[in-house]
């Protein structure tokens, strides 16, 4: 489940021989030293490094500056040190996407998901890295982190996209092409075609130029697709969902509480609201048996849906979010989406694959937690 995560462990004592082989000298300021990880000498970040290649003398091993800076920084991932001048001890900082890391060192396709074991696997992989006790290591404090699953339908990428409304709690929704995000002050959420994705990174399929690559893709996604649901917490201090807030203050309290945090991963996500766009348009007896009554209330709730229906209920709901008075406001647009609903065959068809998939993906990812713990 975790993704990206940034975390630091105060007073670690790097040996020198750890910092001579395994990092570069930036800089100092103000009475620090400042080291950064080369992750090509990180034994499980480059497949350049084999295990003989750690006993390089640190002459052999130097780089550029000025190449090194931008290399250790390569889209705001790295792994750095620092400490008092003349001081043994100082911060050890991390920013990896260590799920990307497990991937690439166990050559697993790009839609795993750490489960239990794997990410306290990876995480001891970096404690005996760097030469540092497990459960030290552990004790390391969180101040941001991703965490998310990757769900794969058997239908196509539009279909689930284009009925992703609403979700509860949540200020601003912003989308662009197979992408929604989920926005307010203290965190977010994000949905995303993530076949796509990985094929704009070179992810899937790799030996094929980009036109073939492409052409794979497109043949894949005419009946399947694969979702990412994530996350994402900026600043572990400010978040407010306190279910999720007490499970993330360390490396450890993730370990701790892996199965439960799955279950609050949940009860966040199925906040996700959908309106069934991908469902066959109302039929002429369908109309008739609605209107049966022939009360003014079912013909306003009529005229209500084909407004919606010419306008676009997702189009419509983003034009009134930021109008309506915020005391009532969710529960309006909420009521509009049960009308909109109503109308249409195969009620709540993707909520329901999408509640179901992601309760069984996060079943199968924290299963271990429960095991271990017993």
Known sequence: MVDLIKFYLENVLLSDYILATKF???????????????PDMISFLSPKVKAENCNLPKSEIVVKQENIIK?????????????????????????????????????????????????????????????????????AKITQVELGVNIRFNMNIASIMSSVSRMKGMENT???????????????????????????????????????????????????????????VKRVSQFNRASIKNKIQTL??????????????????????FVNEISPDISQGLVRSQ????????????LKFLG???????????FASPILNTNNRNKYLASLEDLYNQYKGDDDFVKKEFHRKL????????????????
């Open 24 to 38: 570069i000298k930036i800089r100092e300021e103000g009475g620090f030293e400042i080291f950064k990880a080369d």
């Open 71 to 139: 290399k250790l920084s390569y889209q705001n991932k790295f792994i750095s040190f620092k400490r008092k001048l003349y001081a043994k001890e100082g911060r050890l900082s991390v920013c990896q996407n260590i799920r990307k890391d497990f991937i690439r060192i166990k050559n697993l396709n790009p839609f795993t998901d750490l489960n239990y074991l794997s990410f306290v696997e990876i995480i001891e992989m970096y404690a005996h890295e760097f030469g540092i006790e497990k459960e030290k290591f552990w004790k």
């Open 174 to 232: 912003l989308r662009i092409g197979n992408t929604v995000n989920f926005k307010n002050q203290k965190y977010e959420v994000s949905i995303y075609d993530k076949l796509e994705r990985e094929s704009q990174q070179n992810e899937v399929f790799k030996n094929s130029n980009k036109v073939r690559r492409k052409h794979l893709v497109k043949k894949i996604s005419k009946n399947n697709s694969f979702v990412r649901i994530e996350l994402r």
């Open 252 to 273: 450890e309290s993730i370990r701790e509480n892996f199965h439960s945090l799955g279950n609050e991963l949940y009860k966040l996500f199925v906040n996700i609201s």
């Open 291 to 302: 209107l049966r009554s022939k009360s003014e209330r079912a013909f306003d709730e009529y």
């Open 308 to 318: 919606l229906k010419y306008f676009g209920v997702k189009k419509f709901i983003e």
């Open 359 to 374: 309760s069984a993906r996060i079943n199968k990812l924290t299963v271990p937690a429960i095991s271990s713990s017993n």
